[in-house]
């Protein structure tokens, strides 16, 4: 499983078609895609995965399964708000963030705490002293980043 995160509103369209872009190369690879649950980039990325036949796990904030996106598959109404950003990412082989909030960056923090792998398209640059944040420029760059670990 491989998680896409970002922005569940305030996200423009360049960025949502890039995140419909990385669910459909996702799941066009073989893999499982979790989001947040919600709006945003993480729709777009569910519909790009379902849109090629891929398996969407959505991990809602809240305790409503109702508000999933349309395109999951399996829902988990996890009630633990932001809390459900650990679950998301340790859920995933690993992280491709599009797009950029202060929710998808404490994501990003937390996957590179887990040593999971994680790319950032179109987001924000984190530039530690020992451990940046790589960026890709396309959904393509950023899918084959990931999945080379």
Do not use: C, Y
Request: glycine share 16%; net charge negative; hydrophobic share 50%.
């Amino acid at each position: 499983m491989i998680a896409v995160i970002g922005p569940g509103t305030d996200a423009d369209a360049d960025v949502l078609a890039v995140a419909e872009q990385v669910g459909r190369l996702l799941a066009g690879a073989g893999h499982q895609v979790v989001t947040g649950g919600l709006g945003g980039v993480m729709a777009a990325a569910a519909h790009g995965a379902r849109a090629v036949g891929g398996t969407v796990v959505a991990l809602l904030p809240g305790d409503d399964p109702a508000v999933a996106h349309d395109d999951s598959d399996v829902v988990v109404a996890t009630g633990l708000g932001q809390g459900r950003n650990v679950l998301l990412v340790r859920s995933a082989a690993a992280v491709i963030a599009v797009g950029g909030s202060w929710g998808t960056l404490s994501e990003v923090a937390l996957a590179r705490r887990l040593g999971k792998p994680v790319v950032w398209l179109h987001g924000w640059a984190v530039d530690g002293p020992d451990d940046p944040v790589p960026t890709a420029a396309t959904a393509e760059e950023a899918v084959a980043l990931v999945l080379a670990g």
